[in-house]
């Protein structure tokens, strides 16, 4: 049985946004809901941008997925940052809820023809491009 290869693209800037975060010592968690087993063979093209970040909490580690606050709150304890020192970047709505239950500040990127409402409470939307 031929197993399928989950893809990722990054989004413009985002290879400039973390570099920028690992230059200043920002700490950067990666918050998926992908499970731990996929998540390798998914970044795995984009090893020179995800070894930059601190750690990665996937769907595994938390017992409820977003838009409950726990991958948001579990990322934060692993940084040993407070969630009011937090920013989400997020491209999912339900991403943005948990991050606003978690008590952070989210920036919401909306791809075009999104429905930009629908990440109401974002304190940014920006429009994203894959890259």
Do not use: W
């Amino acid at each position: 049985m031929k197993r399928a290869s989950p893809s990722f693209k990054k989004m413009k800037g985002a290879d400039s946004l973390t570099r920028f975060f690992s230059k200043h010592g920002v700490k950067q968690y990666m918050a998926t809901s992908t499970p731990r087993a996929l998540i390798g063979a998914k970044l795995e093209p984009h090893n020179d941008m995800i070894s930059l970040f601190d750690g990665i909490v996937t769907a595994d580690d938390v017992v409820q997925g977003k838009p409950a606050p726990d991958i948001f709150l579990k990322a934060a304890e692993r940084a040993g940052v407070p969630p009011n020192r937090c920013i989400v970047f997020e491209d999912s709505p339900l991403g943005i809820q948990g991050g606003l239950a978690a008590g952070m500040q989210t920036v919401a990127i909306a791809f075009h023809g999104s429905d930009r409402s629908a990440f109401k409470g974002a304190c940014q939307v920006v429009t994203g491009m894959r890259g």
